[in-house]
């Protein structure tokens, strides 16, 4: 079902394979977990845009039915940093999703995308034949930028009125960097980004790896304004397009409202939507156990059609 690209060496009774795979623009590095298992794979999109697959690791608990396939996009992680500009746009992650899943022989995938990974898997069904993909798996998506900025502006407004202030000052003075708003920041985070108490290691991986220059080219400096290239990303209007199976989740308090995606949802005729409660963007990671079983069964079912 796909094929050996630049694997590090392991053991043959390994489950798990590394390596690399030739993009446009450089080397991007993947990971198969469940290599040896007969299931339909599922490749895992991360976010961002400049964020690593190591957040979305939980994910591979799936890899007791089928292979999961994580990469880290160009610019990200593990992968090469070309540190190019011009590579950092819509159509070039499409064609690098392409030449993963080409690359590694993928004739049958289910593809998750996370966050702006949900874009770039929309993307890829709609402007590419996308043969062989089963499924769709849309977790916390942003599919629209206005509706995006929209809501965390709501958001900005249930906010303790001095981490409002903090943010708002940001947004007119552009001091990102002070520690006020790097504050205010963590009170947004902790109540739509992760509720977790404690963050898991792989949370701040993440970060600690987060392609700065990258997130600020595509979308902004802020969490809560857009200049950058998915300044006008907008896709509902087309996602009655896609006539995969498609599941639509996102947590109760997820930056993704559960209004915007159940917006969504319901745009996309035979589309499903779980929202999880008491969660947030991060709710694969919140509800780890009601993620990972409410994806098996719609990856089962979609198998099963």
């Known amino acids: 079902m796909y094929k050996n690209i630049s694997s590090s060496p392991l053991p043959e009774n390994s489950n798990t394979r590394e390596g690399y795979v030739a993009v446009t623009g450089g080397k991007i590095w993947y990971k198969i977990v469940g290599k040896n298992k007969p299931g339909i794979p599922l490749l895992v999109l991360h976010g961002g845009p400049g964020a690593s697959h190591h957040y979305l690791e939980p994910i591979a608990d799936l ?37 993963v899943i080409h690359s590694l022989d993928l ?35 942003l599919i629209s930028a206005s509706r995006w900025i929209r809501d965390q502006r709501a958001y900005i407004e249930e906010l303790p009125e001095d981490a409002k202030k903090a943010i708002l000052h940001a947004e007119e003075s552009g001091a990102y ?5 790097q504050q205010a920041m963590m009170v947004f985070y902790q109540k739509h980004l992760c509720r977790l108490d404690e963050w898991p290691e792989c949370i701040h991986t993440t970060f600690d790896k987060l392609n700065l220059a990258q997130y600020e080219y595509m979308w902004d400096p802020s969490e809560f304004t857009i200049t950058g290239t998915l300044k006008n990303y907008e896709r509902v209007d087309q996602l009655n397009k896609i006539t995969l199976p498609v599941l639509f989740t996102c947590g109760e308090y997820d930056e993704a409202s559960p209004a915007a995606t159940r917006h969504f949802q319901e745009n996309l005729p035979g589309s499903q939507l779980h929202v999880f409660n008491d969660a947030s963007h991060e709710h694969h990671i919140e509800k780890r156990e009601e993620y990972i079983s409410v994806v098996r069964e719609f990856l089962n079912g979609a198998e099963n059609d």
């Open 63 to 99: 890899a007791d039915e089928r292979p999961v396939i994580f990469y880290d996009q160009l610019g990200c992680g593990n992968s090469d940093n070309p540190n190019d500009v011009a590579l950092w746009n819509v159509e070039r992650f499409v064609d690098e999703l392409q030449q």
């Open 107 to 141: 004739d049958k995938v289910h593809i998750l995308g996370q966050s702006w990974g949900a874009a770039l898997a929309v993307e890829y069904v709609l402007m590419r034949e996308a043969k062989g993909a089963t499924s769709l798996i849309l977790s916390g998506p």
């Open 177 to 181: 960097a002070s520690d006020e708003y």
